[in-house]
């Protein structure tokens, strides 16, 4: 990766954290309570930098690059892609948060960072306060509800999870042009120009790399696969999210192709709350002054 790459957080922390055989790469600043953001797909810890400086005089922020993205470290693939399983990636965040002096604390996660963020309330809940996912329903959802509007919407999580090397060798033949094109397809506007020159360079420098690209691709099948069996098992056994609980979406989203998103999310979490920003997928960089605002007065409430 570049070395001559802007910075996005002048005057926050850069740590490396070994845990188990893995480097996460995170950027931390502010104070107070701890607060956990994840990023999601095609994405890396960048996509919080338009309002950190804000969230930081609240709480201590932690935003690491999720295992396979940005400047973590790539887990080795294996055929039944556990490594890249929500639970794995939720277990190995857990690690890092332990190894930083954090037992318990708050986590807000966009996109695929939602997913491993519920995960982990679910598997761990001593040690998340409070939850926030930005723009999904669960996993198991998505793909229960797949329909023709709602295939074409998320046609990515079907192309994806297709078996090694078929989706990596077309992403790779133009890897910026499909950047791009999944980034603006998802906005609001159907364009780049909610995400700042110096973010997109970021992401533009690591997502070329053939390694993470593949490993991008195992996160998606092991979203068809192990965390679509990991939630169907907890909610045939009745489990549910403890945590308080805030979904909040884009009225032009993704989560918006069902119905009533927040319905959704009371069958995972019945005391969950949340509503629509006006914006497409990408609340951090489409919305950042209402989505700090929501996640300042949940979290600090």
């Known amino acids: 990766m570049s070395t001559e790459l802007p910075d996005l957080y002048p005057g926050f922390e ?42 930081a005089k609240h709480f201590k922020l932690i935003m690491p690059d999720l295992p396979g993205y940005g400047n973590s470290s790539i887990p080795p693939i294996r055929t039944d892609y556990a490594n890249y399983s929500k639970r794995a990636m939720a277990t ?8 930083l002096g954090h037992q318990e604390f708050y986590l807000a996660g966009h996109d695929r960072g939602g997913r491993v963020g519920y995960r982990l309330a679910l598997d761990h809940p001593e040690a998340v306060l409070k939850l926030a996912v930005l723009d999904i329903l669960p996993t198991s959802d998505y793909w229960d509800r797949l329909d023709r509007e709602f295939g074409l919407a998320v046609y990515h999580w079907m192309f994806l ?8 060798k077309m992403i790779a033949a133009a890897p910026i042009r499909f950047l791009e094109h999944t980034l603006a397809g998802w906005t609001a506007e159907k364009s780049l120009d909610c995400f700042t020159d110096e973010a997109l360079a ?3 420098d690591w997502f070329c790399e053939p390694d993470r690209i593949s490993a991008t691709c195992e996160d998606y099948r092991a979203g068809a696969t192990l965390d679509y069996e990991h939630d169907k098992t907890d909610r045939e056994a009745g489990k549910t999210i403890k945590a308080d609980l805030l979904a909040i979406w884009g009225d032009k989203g993704i989560a918006t192709k069902v119905d009533d998103p927040l319905a959704i999310w009371r069958t995972w979490c019945p005391h969950a709350q949340g509503a629509a920003l006006s914006c497409g997928h990408f609340l951090p960089e489409e919305a950042p002054h209402e989505t700090c605002e929501a996640l300042r007065r949940f979290f600090g409430s």
């Open 161 to 168: 999870a297709q078996p090694f090397p078929f989706p990596e």
């Open 14 to 55: 850069t740590r490396i954290v070994d845990v188990k055989g893995m480097r996460l790469f995170c950027r931390i600043g502010g104070s107070g309570l701890p607060l956990l953001l994840l990023h999601g797909y095609p994405q890396s810890h960048v996509i919080w930098h338009k309002f950190a400086p804000e969230l």
């Open 202 to 204: 970021h992401t533009r």
């Open 92 to 99: 190995a965040l857990l690690d890092m948060m332990r190894a």
